[in-house]
């Protein structure tokens, strides 16, 4: 049972007695701080054990009037408890708050630093690191730097043939060996061709090894059908570009070259010799023209028809009215009537890859004599006039003579290849 309140602890000297319950102040002595506050013991912790040794600031009442007989005397004031306690900083460990810098012309009051100073060394707060970033530069050797990752990509895929993945760039074996295979035999059909044709003697050359020794037999070796066909197509050939077709009259038989030329023609042609000599007269679809074209191989070697053919280019030998080639007449035919005087237009051309000179003259089937010829070339002309160049007779020795020699062209090819 509670002791009296007038009974003094053992050992001590009588207290005096405590005021009465409705005393104005309470029966504990006052702390610093002021009154109605609660003051923390010096050991650290607060009423109940709490840690920390902060002082409690909530107002403490007063205690029950009914208890304040049972109170003993109050201990007096510790001289150490002096000022009042701060309350603790989290995470300093200890009750004193830790002391902020003192402001500097470089600082603000709250410590953040002014612009003069330099920027700290990473990046601010909420902006991604620049060494992280991919247009970074790399350190020496190809080293990303601190705290990059290192990232490499693989090289893309594709699909074959068959739907399997494959590396782009990369091809099949099957295709790189065949693609040198192809490589190997292109070089040696090449090489084939090249070896070939210096043993055959042909250099290449134009009018020269082999192929011209075969023209100069062709005369008597290719059928006279093939030489002179009985008909000829000339697609375009004709004025403005009309199509003309010739049809085949009379062929003269293969003779010498006596009295087939006027005589300033015959001495320019004597210095290449005469081996034999081939007409044919031809008619257009009217009948209104007639067409004597002939062959005459020569008997001149490559470097005489080169000669030749220069001296007619130099000294335009083929544009001269005075060595113009004479038809040939046939008997019964549309170009019976067909002399020296009806000749209206021709064309000479002098090869250099065959020892032949191809020509062609043409004129009127009714037999009218013309006072002053042409030229394939001069009748063929953009604004010639005259009645040669408006009848279309240059178009008709040249179209003719064109077709002749392309089909010459053809044979001596056929005679120059040989069976491998």
């Known amino acids: 049972m509670p002791r009296p309140a007038s009974a003094a602890?053992?050992?001590?000297?009588?207290?005096?007695?405590?005021?009465?319950?409705?005393?104005?102040?309470?029966?504990?002595?006052?702390?610093?701080?002021?009154?109605?506050?609660r003051r923390t013991p010096a050991d650290g912790t607060g009423d109940g054990g709490r840690p920390g040794g902060a002082e409690d600031t909530a107002p403490v009442p007063p205690p029950p009037a009914h208890r304040a007989a049972d109170r003993p005397a109050?201990?007096?004031e510790a001289p150490s408890e002096t000022?009042?306690?701060?309350?603790?900083?989290?995470?300093?460990?200890?009750?004193?708050?830790?002391?902020?810098?003192?402001?500097?012309?470089?600082?603000?009051?709250?410590?953040?630093?002014?612009?003069?100073?330099?920027a700290p060394a990473g990046p601010p707060h909420g902006f991604p690191d620049p060494a992280l970033s991919w247009n970074a530069p790399s350190a020496?050797?190809?080293?990303?730097?601190?705290?990059?990752?290192?990232?490499?990509?693989?090289?893309?895929?594709?699909?074959?043939?068959?739907?399997?993945?494959?590396?782009?760039?990369?091809?099949?074996?099957?295709?790189?060996?065949?693609?040198?295979?192809?490589?190997?035999?292109?070089?040696?059909?090449?090489?084939?061709?090249?070896?070939?044709?210096?043993?055959?003697g042909d250099s290449g050359e134009t009018g020269t090894g082999g192929g011209f020794a075969s023209a100069a037999a062709l005369w008597h070796s290719v059928p006279v059908d093939e030489l002179f066909p009985p008909t000829l197509e000339g697609k375009g050939a004709g004025p403005g570009g009309a199509d003309r077709t010739w049809t085949r009259i009379a062929v003269a038989p293969d003779s010498g070259c006596k009295g087939a030329f006027d005589p300033l023609l015959?001495?320019?042609?004597?210095?290449?010799?005469?081996?034999?000599?081939?007409?044919?007269?031809?008619?257009?679809?009217?009948?209104?023209?007639?067409?004597?074209?002939?062959?005459?191989?020569?008997?001149?070697?490559?470097?005489?028809?080169?000669?030749?053919?220069?001296?007619?280019?130099?000294?335009?030998?083929?544009?001269?009215?005075?060595?113009?080639?004479?038809?040939y007449a046939a008997k019964g035919t549309a170009a019976e009537d067909f002399g020296a005087r009806q000749r209206a237009a021709w064309v000479i051309s002098?090869?250099?890859?065959?020892?032949?000179?191809?020509?062609a003259v043409s004129g009127w089937a009714d037999g009218r004599t013309v006072a002053e010829p042409q030229s394939a070339e001069a009748a063929m002309e953009s604004g010639a006039t005259g009645p040669v160049a408006q009848a279309g007779l240059g178009h008709e020795a040249q179209g003719l003579a064109d077709r002749v020699e392309r089909g010459l062209r053809g044979h001596v090819r056929t005679a120059t290849e040989r069976p491998s």
Not at 9 to 33: H, N, W
Not at 84 to 89: A, C, D, K, N, Y
Not at 151 to 169: A, H, K, N, T, W
């Open 140 to 200: 020496p050797g190809g080293t990303p730097p601190a705290g990059r990752p290192a990232v490499s990509f693989g090289q893309p895929e594709g699909y074959d043939g068959q739907d399997r993945p494959r590396l782009l760039g990369r091809r099949p074996r099957s295709q790189v060996v065949a693609a040198a295979v192809c490589l190997v035999l292109g070089a040696g059909l090449i090489g084939g061709a090249a070896t070939g044709s210096w043993l055959a």
């Open 9 to 37: 602890p053992a050992g001590g000297p009588a207290a005096p007695p405590p005021p009465r319950a409705s005393a104005r102040f309470p029966d504990a002595p006052p702390v610093v701080g002021g009154p109605g506050t």
């Open 266 to 327: 015959r001495k320019v042609l004597g210095t290449v010799g005469c081996e034999r000599l081939l007409r044919a007269t031809y008619t257009d679809a009217t009948q209104s023209h007639v067409t004597t074209v002939g062959l005459l191989f020569t008997k001149a070697d490559a470097a005489g028809m080169t000669a030749l053919a220069a001296r007619f280019d130099k000294e335009r030998l083929a544009g001269r009215s005075d060595l113009m080639p004479l038809p």
């Open 74 to 76: 109050s201990r007096p």
């Open 350 to 359: 002098v090869l250099t890859d065959a020892p032949v000179v191809v020509y």
């Open 83 to 118: 000022t009042t306690r701060l309350r603790p900083v989290p995470g300093t460990g200890t009750g004193v708050p830790a002391p902020r810098p003192a402001a500097s012309a470089g600082t603000r009051t709250d410590g953040e630093p002014r612009a003069h100073r330099a």
